[in-house]
T-cell receptor, first 118, second 112 residues
Framework: DTGVSQDPRHKITKRGQNVTFRCDPI?????LYWYRQTLGQGPEFLTY????????KSRLLSDRFSAERPKGSFSTLEIQRTEQGDSAMYLC????????????????FGPGTRLTVL | AQTVTQSQPEMSVQEAETVTLSCTYD???????LFWYKQPPSRQMILVIR????KQQNATENRFSVNFQKAAKSFSLKISDSQLGDAAMYFC?????????WGAGTKLIIKP
């Protein structure tokens, strides 16, 4: 395992369907982040895990979005009843460290999952 | 609110020349981190350089260096001896307690 992996890389779905994305972080990393990136914009923070605990959620994460990280390893991001506005690149990142400040440790990013909602 | 602004949507530079990408930010914190990330087309985000706000010395990584002006809340990236492989979107980001606040990005074009 040499990096963060995400699956699938691309997902096309119809409006109203549910989708689930998976992220496998670097194995020794205890922190995991989800971001959303729309075309021509920088990423926007969605949520953050330290081990299995979800410590922070953006107000962007509506009740249609849920993220889990069972056993502090891989993470899943589920979007229920998808809308066209959910079309974006969903990025996962991981980092190591126990410091209270995330930036003591570099975040390593996966290739992203590109979601298209028709 | 913490914000990051990149006012240059696109920049171009001749191969082997030097280019500077601009970034301004706003934060009420006194201790924070600033980053430049590179996102090549269809490839993943890679950290280019990091600056700790309490350090006065500007960070340098090989051909990449920053000009960090804390009072002006400015954080520009200088790329020397530009190479074709430097072509990418460049994002400035501010650490905000477990999350990164990102600028909109600057597309860098390298002319051969």
């Amino acid at each position: 395992d040499t990096g963060v992996s995400q699956d699938p890389r691309h997902k096309i779905t119809k409006r109203g369907q549910n989708v689930t994305f998976r992220c496998d972080p670097i194995s020794e990393h205890n922190r995991l982040y989800w971001y959303r990136q729309t075309l021509g914009q920088g990423p926007e923070f969605l949520t953050y895990f330290q081990n299995e605990a979800q410590l922070e959620k953006s107000r962007l994460l509506s009740d249609r979005f849920s993220a889990e990280r069972p056993k502090g390893s891989f993470s899943t991001l589920e979007i229920q009843r998808t809308e066209q506005g959910d079309s974006a690149m969903y990025l996962c990142a991981s980092s190591s460290g126990t410091s209270g400040r995330s930036s003591y440790n570099e975040q390593f990013f996966g290739p992203g999952t590109r979601l298209t909602v028709l | 609110a913490q914000t990051v602004t990149q006012s240059q949507p696109e920049m171009s530079v001749q191969e082997a020349e030097t280019v500077t990408l601009s970034c301004t930010y706003d934060t009420s914190e006194s201790d924070y981190y600033l980053f430049w990330y590179k996102q090549p087309p269809s490839r993943q985000m890679i950290l280019v350089i990091r600056q700790e706000a309490y350090k006065q010395q500007n960070a340098t990584e090989n051909r990449f260096s920053v000009n960090f002006q804390k009072a002006a809340k400015s954080f520009s990236l200088k790329i020397s001896d530009s190479q074709l492989g430097d072509a990418a979107m460049y994002f400035c980001a501010l650490d905000s307690n477990y999350q990164l606040i990102w600028g909109a990005g600057t597309k860098l074009i390298i002319k051969p």
